[in-house]
């Protein structure tokens, strides 16, 4: 399949001006035995040039549209294939790749969200399972090492019995409306036909859902959401809150948003029981604390480098911590597409990266979040979005006078 030293990859999307191409392109780097020899960078030829330098590639090695690369793909025979294709484009293009990598037989490892919406989801696991072409999600979580910590101590009940949770996923890079000044980045996440009519909810959301069900074992029932679209020309939230409940019986909260001025931390996860309360941020990666009900803290640290980003108008995951994580993914993919990991896993493990299945049920938790975005009371008018409780008027209009009439006696 390869020489001695690589096992060839392919990419699809991730162009020289993609955010999270870089990303990926420096976490299979530090792999070390995974080489990308080819791929559609671009929406032409032309546009995918730019990497024949940096990676060595042939004009030959450059397509104009990933169809084009895959169908050739499909017609290669021994060490000429590839181990596995790499998708890095817009949420909505997740589906019409990975349909027809797996139709040309072409194992793929796609970005997050699994689809932009619950049909196409349900396609595609059913195509996962009738192609049985591996398919694998780069949700990195699993990758981190105190993380898989945490979820070992929340189920030796080192907390207790978990009452509540609180995930956020808070950063300011569109604080500002940066899609009209050449933010490319920013630009198809406000689109609803290129991120998903959430907005937030598709592009930060499905980290919070993941985790917490990961982490826990809990299976969210019930989402009611207050999203918005607060910078000014947005038809798409860019900041939500969401109220959960769980099949377990416990409740909590999570707080995404794009326009959070200030904050580039990543996911932060708090986990609360009747013992204690556990506490882990991905911007901080390397510490786990642990805080019992007198006050006492404990940190538990290990050597995984730092997951700060820094203050700029992109996504959160510029950062080695993620870059890392994000390189055991593929390092494990590669390594069962290999056939190294034949050997059944206990139920406490669990592969790295996010499966077909577990895709799908993110997109159905997201997509009971659009629901409740948009859902409109029966006798309600259409422009309703979410019934609140309205307070209720009080015996007194202006608490600021009766104030200043008792400091005047």
């Not at 074992?217 to 019930?222: A, L, N, Y």
């Not at 049920?361 to 948009?374: G, L």
């Not at 309205?390 to 202006?398: A, H, N, R, S, T």
Request: hydrophobic share 40%; aromatic share 8%; proline share 5%.
């Amino acid at each position: 399949m390869a020489d001695s030293k690589y096992f060839k990859i392919g990419m699809v999307g991730g162009s020289m001006k993609s955010f999270m191409g870089d990303i990926h392109r420096a976490a299979i780097k530090k792999v070390g035995n995974l080489k990308i020899v080819g791929g559609s960078f671009g929406t032409s030829k032309q546009a995918s040039y730019d990497f024949i330098k940096p990676l060595g590639l042939n004009v030959d090695d450059l397509f104009p549209s990933y169809r084009d690369f895959l169908r050739r793909e499909r017609q290669r025979k021994g060490d000429q294939k590839l181990l596995f294709v790499s998708a890095i484009l817009p949420n909505t293009m997740h589906y019409p790749i990975a349909m027809t990598a797996m139709d040309s037989g072409v194992p793929i490892l796609g970005e997050k969200p699994f689809t932009s919406n619950l049909d196409e989801a349900a396609n595609l696991v059913r195509k996962q399972r009738a192609t049985k072409v591996p398919y694998r999600i780069a949700m990195v979580y699993p990758a981190y090492s105190q993380l898989v910590r945490a979820k070992t101590l929340l189920s030796k009940g080192t907390i207790g019995t978990l009452r509540r949770f609180y995930l956020t996923m808070q950063s300011g890079w569109m604080a500002r409306r940066v899609e009209n000044q050449g933010n490319t980045h920013a630009l198809w996440r406000v689109d609803g036909k290129r991120n998903g009519v959430g907005g937030v909810l598709n592009d930060c959301g499905c980290h919070c859902q993941f985790v917490l069900e990961w982490l826990t074992g809990f299976e969210i029932t019930e989402v009611c959401v207050g999203a918005h679209a607060c910078v000014p020309g947005r038809l798409i939230p860019d900041d939500a809150t969401v109220l959960v409940r769980t099949k377990q019986g416990i409740g909590g909260t999570f707080m995404v948003s794009q326009i959070a001025t200030g904050h580039n931390e990543g996911l932060t996860v708090e986990i609360t029981g009747d013992k204690g309360a556990l506490i882990w941020r991905q911007c901080d990666p390397g510490r786990l604390v642990i805080i019992d009900n007198a006050g006492k803290r404990k940190e538990m640290k290990d050597d995984t480098p730092s997951g700060e980003s820094p203050f700029e108008e992109k996504p959160y995951g510029a950062n080695e911590a993620y870059i890392e994580a994000l390189a055991r993914v593929y390092a494990e993919f590669a390594e069962s597409l290999q056939g190294k990991k034949k050997k059944a896993r206990s139920k406490d493990q669990h592969i790295l990266g996010m499966t077909a299945e577990e895709g799908l049920r993110s997109v159905a938790v997201t997509a009971a979040m659009e629901r409740s975005v948009q859902f409109v009371p029966p006798d309600a008018s259409p422009a309703v979005k979410w019934q609140p409780v309205v307070m209720p008027q009080l015996e007194f209009p202006k608490v600021t006078e009766l104030t200043k009439a008792w400091l005047d006696r």
